[in-house]
């Protein structure tokens, strides 16, 4: 059974910086395309950043390009999410995904959910 697991969600004032870890098991972390999506309270679940299984090649919603950077170690089977210039407007949970795709950019492509991970930005 495949696990994914993200933590590093927190309270942070406007302009300031988290990052999130996502460890996957049970599965070998290379054959994942790893993305992040985001859900707010009364709104659809939202992507916001995707890598490749190898990590050449990654994919960022408009709203977040230059302030947040998704990577991956392979070595270690984990994703990164770093957000910076965080807004109020990303708050929200946080979930890592999994998929057994090279790339996964919509839920549907989505193979293995995290349990989320509570991001709350203040104005």
């Known amino acids: 059974q495949v696990q994914v697991v993200e933590s590093g969600g927190g309270l942070v004032q406007a302009g300031g910086s988290l990052r999130l870890s996502c460890v996957v098991s049970?599965?070998?972390?290379?054959?994942?395309?790893m993305s992040w999506f985001r859900q707010a309270p009364g709104k659809e679940r939202e992507f916001v950043a995707a890598?490749?299984?190898?990590?050449?090649?990654?994919s960022y919603v408009d709203s977040v390009k230059g302030r947040f950077t998704i990577s991956r170690d392979n070595p270690r089977n984990t994703v990164f999410l770093q957000m910076n210039s965080l807004k109020p407007e990303d708050t929200a949970v946080y979930y890592c995904a999994a998929s057994r795709r090279v790339i996964a950019t919509d839920v549907g492509y989505v193979d293995y959910w995290g349990q989320g991970t509570q991001v709350t930005v203040s104005s």
């Open positions: 049970g599965r070998a972390f290379s054959a994942l395309g």
């Open positions: 890598i490749s299984r190898g990590g050449n090649t990654t």
